[in-house]
């Protein structure tokens, strides 16, 4: 994570400027309380997929990952609205001193936002397969969406939108690291029956 992060430092400062880092810092305090509801239920229900699991109770894992999709799926929805309902008061928390950089803030919180419909299905799919004991995909669906995903959107991104497409780099990093963990699960349902 601290190498993306000075890509995206890299990034910001030759699109935008140091007002580009200030209001990445904003994004990122931000993301990791959002993100925090994600981890908590992943960690919180990886005992339980992995008792299941080394149970034999397939029918359970099987219903265990179904309802864990559905709630993760309200949870980014609320969190996707309370991003967009709540892009002006957080910004102007953090930086309401200086009007253009509260402006690309608001800008940057109501692109990134849209990362919040995605973010959870992979830390989920990752801790998931920790769980059932698969620490190789687990690992390969972190490493996918916190580093080879994001680097390549953020190096590309910002040719074809500029500073736009660096807050968009994140939302596509999301969805590509969802359609991994998708293909993951499929490929993977047989071999541990959920």
């Known amino acids: 994570m601290s190498l993306v992060s000075m890509l995206y430092n890299m990034q910001l400062m030759k699109y935008a400027g140091e007002d580009g880092v200030a209001a990445y810092g904003v994004l ?9 509801v994600f981890l908590g239920y992943s960690v919180g229900a990886a005992p339980v997929a992995s008792y299941h699991y080394g149970a034999g109770g397939y029918g359970e894992l099987k219903g265990l990952l179904r309802k864990s999709l559905i709630l993760i799926g309200i949870f980014s ?11 002006m008061p957080l910004s102007l928390l953090f930086a309401g001193y200086d009007p253009g950089l509260l402006e690309m803030t608001v800008q940057a919180f109501s692109i990134f936002s849209f990362s919040f419909l995605f973010s959870g299905f992979a830390i989920f799919g990752s801790s ?8 190789v ?17 953020v190096l590309a991104f910002p040719l074809i939108w500029s500073l736009d ?10 969805v590509m690291a969802v359609a991994a963990t998708a293909l993951f699960l499929s490929a993977k349902r047989n071999k541990y029956h959920y």
Do not use: K, N, P
């Open 28 to 36: 990122m305090y931000v993301s990791l309380i959002f993100q925090a």
């Open 128 to 135: 998931f397969f920790t769980a059932l004991g698969d620490g």
């Open 77 to 87: 929805v609320f969190m996707f609205i309370a991003g967009q309902t709540l892009a």
């Open 165 to 174: 497409g660096i807050w968009f780099s994140t939302v596509a990093a999301e």
């Open 137 to 153: 995909t687990s690992a390969l669906i972190s490493f996918l969406r916190t580093f080879i995903f994001q680097c390549s959107a």
